[in-house]
């Protein structure tokens, strides 16, 4: 059975920083590509970050991230991060980690190549 739990969401000034934490319980994690998405009431899920499987040497962004947010992951402690730096309003929104299995870099920041899902963890940047 998988669970995804997020934390460390909370309220911030824009230029300001939030650390995200998933943790994954589920076998094999390292074998798994994972991701972070956010959403915002009314509109889809937009893929933020991912991360290839094994020691994490692949990343992805999203365009208006890039440069400003960091993924990583701790395979001993079935661990993903997410470090927001340079906060901006836009970036408000719940933010959920995800489960994968991706065969092509294009899809990573799909929401199709994910299975398993957090609850999300709310983050606003006034």
């Known amino acids: 059975h998988v669970q995804l739990v997020e934390s460390g969401g909370g309220s911030v000034q824009a230029g300001g920083s939030l650390r995200l934490s998933c943790s994954a319980s589920m076998p094999r994690y390292s074998n798994y590509c994972m991701g972070w998405f956010r959403q915002v009431s009314g509109k889809e899920r937009e893929g933020v970050a991912a991360?290839?499987?094994?020691?994490?040497?692949?990343?992805w962004y999203a365009d208006s991230v890039q440069g400003r947010f960091t993924i990583s992951r701790d395979n001993s402690k079935n661990m993903l991060y997410l470090q927001m730096n340079n906060l901006k309003s836009e970036d408000s929104g719940a933010y959920f980690c995800?489960?994968?299995?991706?065969?092509?870099?294009?899809?990573?920041?799909?929401?199709?190549?994910?299975?398993?899902w957090g609850q999300g963890t709310q983050v606003t940047v006034s």
């Open positions: 991360i290839g499987t094994g020691d994490g040497t692949h990343t």
């Open positions: 995800a489960q994968g299995v991706y065969y092509d870099d294009n899809d990573v920041l799909s929401e199709f190549t994910y299975n398993y």
